[in-house]
């Protein structure tokens, strides 16, 4: 079973991050939310969603990790301040480790300067920010290219979840 | 005096809204709120400040308007998505008449490919997304290449706001 790295912060997208924890869970997976601050309850931005982080970035060594989860909403514009974040996130992609994104999460993987040669979809507003980092945008509800899952919205979850389960397996 | 087109969406950062609107009024200038629906109220991601939507992109043309201001906060990435919206930016940007963005401001630019070549600041999170575009960051209170004026954060407010002011005299 793999251990899971969540990085959140607050404004997550609450879809994105319950319904594939709750999947990743039900399928024998363990979860650990990793954030700014150890000890801190962060919120999601539609139905307020609390969720405590258990590890920052630097706690344990990316190696302690089997993969990476990114939900969306503002989240990752709050993440990509940090460079312990951006770092952390950087080398999951590096080591070539199973990264699953939503929705805004590429931009905390364009900070890490790691989407450049990749294929992947994103939410709609960070299309032109994915081309000229380097990426190729695909319309579709999950795109999987190598270790990097893919999906654009809450809608994609149920195609999301079941690619980012194959990757697990 | 100016007629200055303030495009605005949800969740904008109140502050850099209503600093540089009043500090524009009160030198004379004409304020018309442009956004996603007529008439459509949007509120302010901190403070909850309401403001009533009085135009949409297409309902003047760009020649209607002598300058535009793009408050930042979350409101830019809710344009960004919009067609319209983008197209009123990129014509402000490609007609040089004075472009005045702060904090997430320039997202929308990015979206618009507009950024190629200037120089700017703007906030910390977007930072690789600018020079990804071909923007030149600096990080500086304000910074004025031809037609565009941009801060970083609310904390700019009276550099930025006084360099505005200077643009339109």
Same mark, same amino acid.
């Given at each position: 079973?793999?251990?899971?790295?969540?990085?959140?912060?607050?404004?997550?997208?609450?879809?994105?991050?319950?319904?594939?924890?709750?999947?990743?869970?039900?399928?024998?997976?363990?979860?650990?939310?990793?954030?700014?601050?150890?000890?801190?309850?962060?919120?999601?931005?539609?139905?307020?969603?609390? !969720?405590?982080? #258990?590890? @920052?970035?630097?706690?344990?060594? *990316?190696?302690?990790?089997?993969? %990476?989860?990114?939900?969306?909403?503002?989240?990752?514009?709050?993440?990509?301040?940090?460079?312990?974040?951006?770092?952390?996130?950087?080398?999951?992609?590096?080591?070539?480790?199973?990264?699953?994104?939503?929705?805004?999460?590429?931009?905390?993987?364009?900070?890490?300067?790691?989407?450049?040669?990749?294929?992947?979809?994103?939410?709609?507003?960070?299309?032109?920010?994915? !081309?000229?980092? #380097?990426? @190729?945008?695909?319309?579709?509800? *999950?795109?999987?290219?190598?270790? %990097?899952?893919?999906?654009?919205?809450?809608?994609?979850?149920?195609?999301?979840?079941?690619?980012?389960?194959?990757?697990?397996?």
């Amino acid at each position: 079973m793999a251990k899971i790295a969540v990085i959140i912060a607050d404004l997550f997208e609450d879809s994105e991050y319950t319904e594939p924890v709750a999947a990743f869970r039900k399928a024998g997976h363990e979860i650990v939310n990793v954030g700014l601050r150890a000890g801190q309850v962060v919120r999601g931005k539609k139905e307020g969603t609390e !969720i405590a982080v #258990g590890a @920052t970035p630097r706690q344990h060594p *990316v190696g302690f990790y089997d993969a %990476l989860l990114i939900p969306g909403g503002y989240s990752p514009d709050k993440l990509r301040v940090d460079d312990d974040a951006v770092d952390f996130v950087r080398e999951f992609m590096d080591k070539d480790k199973p990264v699953f994104t939503i929705c805004h999460g590429p931009q905390i993987i364009i900070t890490a300067k790691a989407l450049e040669g990749r294929t992947l979809t994103g939410w709609k507003s960070i299309v032109q920010d994915i !081309i000229y980092a #380097g990426g @190729t945008f695909v319309d579709r509800e *999950v795109v999987v290219d190598g270790n %990097l899952v893919s999906s654009r919205s809450p809608r994609d979850l149920p195609a999301f979840i079941e690619a980012c389960l194959a990757k697990l397996s």
